[in-house]
């Protein structure tokens, strides 16, 4: 089958942030869902598919409408992600109450199926403004969360207390004045380990919108540019503004990533791309088989 960039089927329509996850041989979807820069937001929708391009509307996996007053995550919410662990299943979610003038904290639901109901967590993970959670599990079992606030940052966290437990460390920056990245914040963390090494994508509006890369050899190591530019951009494409991504595997066990993806004033909706580890720097697929 053939996918082709961007996805602009009705469902799931416009998205921001989009992350998903390969349970069995389904896929499931989750993403920032409108209004994104103002006003209420329904909570985290749940999407299923079996081949990528026809999806299907599972739920509201956390919804608005069922936060009690005065949780301070009551009525927006960005880029959701799901994460399996121990046979257990997580979303974490940025959120904020706008009428107490709570800026962004990240907050943990879980659940016993993908599919939910899943039970939110009504204090965030930190007491600490961050953003664009993503949780990894390394092979020891521990899981750490990547986060950004400006700079991108990892800590240990503990799923069933739902709290960090370690102190966020900075693992890497925004560029220098000249280089593509510059800028006052990079944003959208995903962290993955292939062949030994850790890859950690992140997302810069430096140039518009483009993903780039660090790497180190351990999760306590140094984290190092990947290369001296994006490794995956839109400039150039007819979908110019591309990326915060996050990685997943297809059913044939290649490795993918998913992104939002646009033109200069067109609705934001699903990318699916192929990569591989060690990458080259590339454009975005305007079309990849699966």
């Known amino acids: 089958m053939i996918i082709k960039n961007p996805n602009?089927?009705?469902?799931?329509?416009?998205?921001?942030?989009?992350?998903?996850?390969?349970?069995?041989?389904?896929?499931?979807?989750?993403a920032s869902s409108p209004q994104f820069w103002s006003g209420?937001?329904?909570g985290v929708r749940l999407?299923?598919?079996?081949d990528l391009v026809n999806w299907h509307f599972e739920s509201t996996i956390i919804s608005a409408d069922n936060i009690k007053e005065g949780c301070h995550c009551k009525n927006r919410f960005w880029a959701p992600e799901l994460f399996i662990h121990n046979g257990k299943f997580y979303c974490t979610?940025?959120?904020?109450?706008d009428e107490c003038g709570i800026d962004l904290h990240v907050y943990l639901a879980e659940a016993d199926e993908i599919t939910g109901p899943y039970r939110l967590h009504e204090e965030p993970v930190i007491d600490r403004n961050f953003n664009d959670a993503n949780l990894f599990a390394d092979d020891d079992g521990t899981v750490y969360m990547t986060a950004s606030w400006n700079d991108l940052y990892i800590m240990?966290?503990?799923l069933e207390k739902g709290k960090v437990i370690s102190e966020p460390c900075v693992i890497a920056s925004p560029g220098k004045p000249g280089e593509w990245d510059h800028g006052r914040f990079i944003e959208g963390s995903f962290l993955i380990k292939r062949g030994g090494k850790y890859y950690l994508w992140y997302s810069t509006p430096s140039r518009g919108y483009e993903m780039g890369m660090y790497v180190a050899d351990s999760?306590?190591?140094?984290?190092?540019?990947?290369?001296?530019?994006?490794?995956?951009t839109g400039l150039g494409t007819d979908i110019p503004i591309a990326g915060?991504?996050?990685?997943?595997t297809l059913v044939d066990g290649r490795d993918a990533i998913s992104f939002h993806g646009h033109a200069k004033g067109q609705p934001e909706r699903l990318c699916i791309d192929i990569v591989t580890y060690p990458m080259e720097p590339r454009k975005i697929s305007m079309e990849v088989e699966i």
């Open 156 to 158: 240990k966290i503990d």
């Open 93 to 97: 979610v940025n959120a904020r109450d």
């Open 8 to 30: 602009m089927s009705d469902i799931p329509g416009n998205i921001r942030d989009p992350m998903i996850t390969r349970y069995g041989d389904r896929y499931y979807l989750v």
């Open 219 to 232: 999760i306590d190591g140094e984290f190092r540019r990947y290369c001296d530019g994006p490794i995956l």
């Open 244 to 248: 915060h991504n996050g990685c997943f």
């Open 40 to 42: 209420y937001t329904p």
């Open 47 to 50: 999407w299923s598919s079996d």
